[in-house]
Each structure stands twice: as C-alpha cells, then as structure tokens.
C-alpha cells in the first residue's frame, strides 16, 4: 500500500459526507446530502464510482444491510471510514488549513 | 403502471450496462428514489449517466492494457534476436528435420509460435506485476484461463495475417534483418502479439477491483 494517498475534492467530500451520516451512509442519503451541500444534483453513479476508487485505496469499507420493497428487493450497501481513511481526511485537513492559513483573508484583499 | 413502463427500458439498460460491485446497491438506490417520488425523466438522466461513468471507467482500463499491449509487441524483434543470438531455434527444430510433410511444417510453425507466446506471457506478467497495486485477487484459474485465452488469439490473429499477407510470408515466426527494415512486417507481427496480449489481460482483469470488503453481517 502506498504510503501517501492523495484525495481529489468529490472523494474529500464523500469522505466527509459518510463520517457525517455515520451509521445511515448509504447511497440514498450520500447523494442526497451531497447535492444539498454542493447545490445541485448529483449522479448516483459517479457516486458509486467514487466509492468504488475509496474502497480500492482502503479508505472506506462496506458492508450489505436489509433489503426493502421499495428498493425492489436490493439490499442497501452501507459504507464506513477506515482508520486509514480518517488519518487521510486529518492529513488533507492539516494541509489545507495550512494553505488556506498561507493566503490573505477576503477582508483584506477588498482593504 | 405507466411511470413502471416508462423506466422500463431504462431499468434494463441499468441492468445490463452497468459494471462493477455496486451495481445491485446503485439500482436499489434508484428504485428507492423513483418510489419516493423522483420523476421518471430524472430515473433516465440518473441511469444514462451511471453507464456513461462505468463505460469511461473500463474504457480507461482497457486502453491503459491495450497501450501496453501495442507498446510491448514493438520489443519483439529485440526478443527474437536475443533468443536467435543463444542460439535456441537451432537447437529446437533439429530433431524434427527428419519428419516428413506435413507433419514437418506444423512442428515447425509450433516451434516458430513458442518463443511468441513466451514472449506474450511474459508481457502479461509484466503488466500484472506493475499493475498489482490496482489488480487485486487474481485466481490461479483466471490467470490459466488469460494464458489459454491469449494463445488462442495469438494463433488466430497469427492465422489471419498469415492469409492476408500469404504471398510475402511474414509472420511472428519469420525474422531477418531485412524483414525488420519492413513496416509491413513489424505490422504483422505487431498486431498478433498485441492482440494476444491485450486479450490475456482483458481476461485477466478482475470483474471488479474491490479490496477491503467487510464481510456480510450475520
């Protein structure tokens, strides 16, 4: 495994997402929190493909749930962080706030 | 009943155009949206757009396989000259000298595609080993099945150009140094190697990547 695993912005945001629903991260309400937060409506499909790329890096795990009528049947697939998915999200966090820390505040720029 | 008949087409496009382990979890998510009232046109944009991500996401996959497939066949001269330099071919065809046609002539095409297999093996070697951080759980019985795979496709794309191109008897089998001065030689011997390659990593590309899968609870 590589020592550094670098995160682009939508995995940064799933990442999140799931340790913000916890127990309910699926991918009913991830694609429904994400487009509430981004402000427009997203695919569930590149969703998945998302989550896809973090399971592959260790990032998150998943596991089956029940299966409902309405999902016709299909069981949901609920996801959670790993440890190493959170040492992830802490390193990115660690970085951007130092970066963010780097440039001038919006105040000042308009003074 | 109408909205049913409506997303109908579309939920058999999902069915058979998706790929990979979430396929089930990503059709259960859409019907659960469309129960709760999402509109059939948004089902469609929903449905079009998972298989347009999971067509670009193989695509990547295989283009990535089939680069080094074209890129690795190019080495092939370099190979027959090393092994034509040990002097392999020489010690191989010998005992078969003797053997009357037409049996001389298959023993010789045999003896002609080992060193093109080997060589195709050994490139789908190369590609798993660089690739095994993303290429998780191949069997033994994939990997066999790739290897058979790829010398089947070697044979018949090696088949196929051989009729195409009959009248100046070029193939992987017949090298010299005059032949490689030839772009229609490294042509025919390209593409069968190529094709041999990318089939054996085709086949031996995992349905899905997925490592770290928490087992099923109960």
Known sequence: MREHTYLGEFELMLLLTILHLGDDAYGVPLSRELATLRGRDVSIGSVYAALDRLEIKGLITSSLGDSTPERGGRAKRYFRVTRQGLKSVNETRKVLSKLWKSLPSPKEELA | MKQAKSVALASWLLKHFTFGPHREALTGDLSEELQSGRSPSWYWRQVLSAIAVGVLRRSRD???????????????????????????????????????????????????????????????????FLRSQQISGLSAVRLLASLSISLNTLFIATAGIWLLLKPSQIGPGELNPESLQSNSYLVAICIPLALGLFSAIASALPLSHRRNSAPLPG
């Open chain 2, 62 to 128: 295989y283009l990535l396989a089939l680069l080094f497939s074209l890129a690795w066949s190019m080495f092939y001269p370099a190979w027959r000259l090393c092994l034509s330099r040990i002097r392999l071919p020489h010690i191989l065809p010998q005992p078969w000298g003797s053997i009357d046609l037409p049996y001389s002539t298959g023993l010789h095409g045999i003896a002609e595609m080992i060193p093109a297999t080997v060589f195709v093996w050994l490139g789908l070697f190369l590609y798993l």
